[in-house]
């Protein structure tokens, strides 16, 4: 595509918030990117506005039949000031993934990108210094038709909007505690689990809530067919150390691609470790543990890069992994992913993409 | 709830549709109900306010995270003036089944109620009176919180909408050809099927497509886990009457409990047909098909009513089913509902409530 994105400045920039107290996703820059899709004409006129509401009639059909999807990435400072984004042409990629399982039209990957970049340039001032800060980068698509017929919309809306973000751990990083659910479902084969649609993320708040209710950080989903196999762990995938092995669940068309994920792999792997994609279940895991063999386990995602679990309660069997301290592997990997994301450690990998 | 509706009047009415041009759901009334919710204070300043867009920060949490839940029913305008819902207290309970599958706050089901009726008393002058026709009523609630977070929201809109709508069958009810899915999923036990929330609706559409492209009106949906048992056709609850008994598919968690499937048992079994609620699987139905003991297959929903089955198409093998014509037991169930529906029949059940 050779679309020009239009800019228009706001007339009344916010000040910044302090760096010290962001946390997550509550905070937004002065400008947003939006571009219209029209059946028949494709999508058309993007643009960067000042940030604000989006005006929808009641009727509108992300309310009622949840056509949509999301990304999201996060573009880092460096101390001499670059601007870098990690990867950012795997979630482009992806948007298109989850498209095609929602239905919605294709966008342009590397103008997606392109749109991002310059949508970052524009809010260079707003992208936080302090250590372990980013900007989050949020791209979405969401059905605008004022309809309410089910059927896929005619009309879309893609936007994106930044919000500096927080270090995810300010005091060092814990091992969290996880519930394995056996109850609640996140996703099945053939439904739309590795689609990164709103549907998945309203579907997992119930299992949350308990879980916190109970006193853990987040749950451990299981297949839901025989509820046996290890899925994610809350949204992120999931890492096991057996045996000096590194083992994540195979994508299989219940979980998402995570791009964290792919980049573990990538990066262990290059580091000699034996990385295995494939089915385990949960009883593996006990099997190991009591074996001895269990030395880590941790998820990996966007928001905290690498979370360690501390431990894991299946059915009231509590069983700590490592003493419920951060492993070697997941340090390794925490270290080295975010080293080269706020561009200092060497990217051996080509992951980095500088915003100029 | 003691809660006062204030009501504020438009300036500018619009004029009414061309009541036989009706169509579904894409022309709406001239006001609209809306209820907030906020945490610590509960539903508050329910409101009957002119028809207008929503204004919501690009941040909203239903637009990322989709939670949100919805109804449908109709009111009809009976010869004499009438003005008729049908179960409205059913559609209300629903939305807090939904709503805790969801986690967002239970509404006051009679006082949802009485907002619809206060709603569609106002705007009694758009339902229409031709044959066949109706006022849809929309209730939905969106989860409101500018936030990326994945939690549940701590402030909510309940909203009713009202759409004048078109006889369903203008030229008389034709049987339809139905695809049976046997790849994609829509839901599985312990997930969000039974819930009438967005995300079920999203993962429908790309089967629906399918079926559409292939020359079907809908699909006939399999369960998740063995693509075995009959769970639901399209957006509808399913019947088949095999050798003069009726069965349709228990609610095992991944299915609506329909109120026009629940209205379809109890008229059935009042009028002394034999109605079972259990497991049915695909294989079942073409073995009575082929016994010669299938004679009826029929869908229920609000807004059809009835849709009877003309064929099926399961893996390449096509049965077709009553000679392709609408059987005595559709028929009949039909006519009935809308009788009561309408008003034209007497409502032996006490299903109509009236709007005065």
């Not at 302090?18 to 058309?44: A, P, R």
């Not at 059915?315 to 419920?324: E, L």
Request: with cysteine; proline share 5%.
């Amino acid at each position: 595509m050779s679309y020009q994105i239009s800019i228009q400045k706001t007339q009344n920039p916010k000040s910044k918030p302090d760096q010290n107290n962001l946390g997550f996703g509550q905070i937004f820059t002065d400008h947003m990117f939006i571009m219209d899709y029209t059946e028949g004409k494709g999508w058309h006129d993007p643009r960067i506005v000042p940030y604000g509401p989006l005006s929808l009639d009641p009727s509108t059909m992300v309310f009622h039949y949840g056509q949509a999807v999301f990304e999201g990435l996060k573009a880092y400072k460096t101390p001499e000031g670059r601007i870098l984004l990690f990867r950012p042409k795997k979630n482009m990629e992806r948007i298109n993934v989850s498209n095609d399982r929602m239905c919605i039209p294709h966008i342009d990957v590397d103008f997606a990108v392109e749109a991002c970049k310059t949508l970052v340039n524009v809010e260079r001032d707003w992208i936080p210094e302090a250590e372990g800060t980013s900007l989050y980068i949020r791209p979405f698509i969401i059905a605008t038709d004022p309809y309410l017929g089910v059927r896929p919309s005619w009309t879309y809306k893609f936007m994106i909007i930044l919000s500096p973000v927080g270090a995810y751990y300010k005091e060092g990083i814990n091992p969290v505690k996880i519930y394995v659910e056996t109850e609640y479902v996140r996703a099945v084969k053939g439904g739309i689990g590795y689609s990164k649609t709103p549907g998945n993320y309203a579907a997992s708040l119930i299992a949350q809530v308990k879980a916190k209710e109970l006193g853990y950080t987040q749950v451990l989903w299981l297949d839901g067919v025989e509820k046996k196999y290890i899925e994610e762990v809350g949204t992120m995938n999931v890492f096991f150390k057996i045996n000096d092995e590194v083992i994540t669940p195979s994508l299989e068309g219940s979980i998402l691609a995570g791009i964290t994920r792919q980049s573990t792999i990538e990066l262990l792997r290059a580091s000699g470790v034996k990385v295995t994609e494939r089915k385990i279940s949960i009883q593996e895991i006990y099997d190991a543990h009591a074996a001895g063999t269990l030395q880590e386990a941790f998820g990996t995602g966007t928001a905290a890069v690498i979370s360690p679990i501390g431990e894991l309660n299946w059915n009231g069997n509590i069983i700590k992994i490592n003493d419920g301290k951060i492993g070697e592997t997941s340090t390794f990997v925490y270290d080295t992913i975010t080293g080269i994301q706020s561009g200092k450690k060497e990217d051996t990998f080509g992951w980095i993409e500088e915003v100029k």
